[in-house]
């Protein structure tokens, strides 16, 4: 039997060696009601089915799709704001996946999230000091007579005047309210921090400083990162591994810069394709980008077979019968399909 070990503090049970986090074959499928007055019966959404992730200590890990993939939905799973309907999430090799609200408090502080909008993330009622001191309180992480000083320091450490702790979050700007938010996950002292597009609703001169932000705290405190975005820029020069997820279900995982410069699986072809090019401003002919046919289906009724067949030109007949699995084609990359193969030409363009 495996034997398991108590931390100190947190109280967070760990198995010797396991990766930090892993999650296999989870599942996330909704209830919904069929469309129309005279539909009967219960459909269900398969928002994720069957994802396989790994993350190790200090690694950062990408999450990219078109909206609507289940990227945001796996965030929630992995933080237990979501039950899954089936699976595995295992936090330092213990399943954390079906864990009562009770058994989960220890494991909460250890795995924060970063919302997307930092204006309906916080609570507009209470201060800036009544929400980063919150975990304080919860977790019990500092005496009373100290919490003040431990906000202001959090604050600080993100970049905020730290006497402001008694503003209220309308009073910042976007960018200031979403440092807010960082701050209120890092007072927990986590070991991962689950980001869902933390940049995407601020203005380009302002993403580029919470990114730096971001990068600082991983390089300075060791943090992990989930890190959820569309824009594939950003997440090249974030993450260290990178995931594509289609429909539901991860089609391509490895190390971002073989993901990037031989991507192997149709859909993540597609999507490199499309990002712009600033070699063409400089007079370089713009590489060949792949326009996808149709849209994408719906999670209710996906199509059998592979997921992503009734959009890709090298679809065949074993594509419609056979689910392909997420294999590895190359040295830490793996490829759910039939025909992967890295494209003959480049096909990423030259990301700023």
């Not at 989870?26 to 069957?50: E, N, Y």
Request: hydrophobic share 35%.
């Amino acid at each position: 039997m495996t034997t398991e070990t108590t931390a100190k503090k947190s109280g967070v049970r760990s198995v010797p060696g396991a990766p930090l986090l892993e999650l296999e074959n989870v599942k996330m499928h909704f209830k919904t009601k069929g469309d129309g007055f005279l539909s009967r019966g219960t459909k269900w959404v398969q928002a994720v089915d069957g994802v396989d992730l790994t993350l190790k200590p200090g690694e950062t890990l990408g999450l990219v799709g078109e909206s609507g993939c289940g990227k945001s939905t796996t965030a929630r799973l992995i933080t237990r704001l979501l039950e899954p309907t089936n699976g595995q999430i295992r936090y330092q090799g213990v399943d954390i996946a079906h864990m009562s609200e009770r058994q989960l408090r220890p494991y909460r502080r250890e795995i924060q999230l970063i919302f997307q909008d930092p204006y309906s993330s916080l609570n507009p009622r209470h201060t800036v000091g009544t929400i980063v001191g919150t975990a304080l309180r919860t977790h019990d992480m500092v005496a009373k007579s100290g919490e003040l000083a431990r906000v202001q320091e959090l604050l600080e450490v993100v970049g905020l005047n730290p006497e402001h702790y008694n503003r209220y979050p309308h009073e910042f700007s976007g960018g200031q309210r979403q440092r807010i938010g960082i701050a209120r996950a890092l007072a927990a002292r986590p070991k991962i921090i689950v980001a869902d597009e933390p940049v995407s609703a601020l203005d380009v001169s302002i993403q580029a400083q919470v990114m730096n932000l971001l990068e600082n705290l991983r390089k300075e405190l060791g943090i992990a990162f989930v890190f959820i975005a569309h824009d594939l820029g950003v997440v090249r020069h974030f993450c260290d591994r990178v995931a594509v997820m289609y429909l539901g279900r991860v089609v391509e995982e490895g190390p971002r810069d073989t993901l990037y410069e031989k991507p192997q699986h149709p859909y993540t072809q597609a999507l490199l394709s499309a990002v712009p090019d600033i070699g063409v401003v400089r007079g370089v002919p713009p590489k060949n980008r792949i326009r996808l046919v149709g849209d994408v289906p719906s999670p209710v009724d996906p199509p059998s077979g592979c997921r992503f067949r009734t959009r890709c030109w090298k679809a065949q007949d074993i594509c419609t019968t056979n689910d392909p699995a997420l294999e590895e084609k190359a040295v830490g990359q793996r490829v759910a399909c039939h025909f992967a193969e890295p494209p003959v030409e480049s096909i990423v363009a030259e990301i700023a």
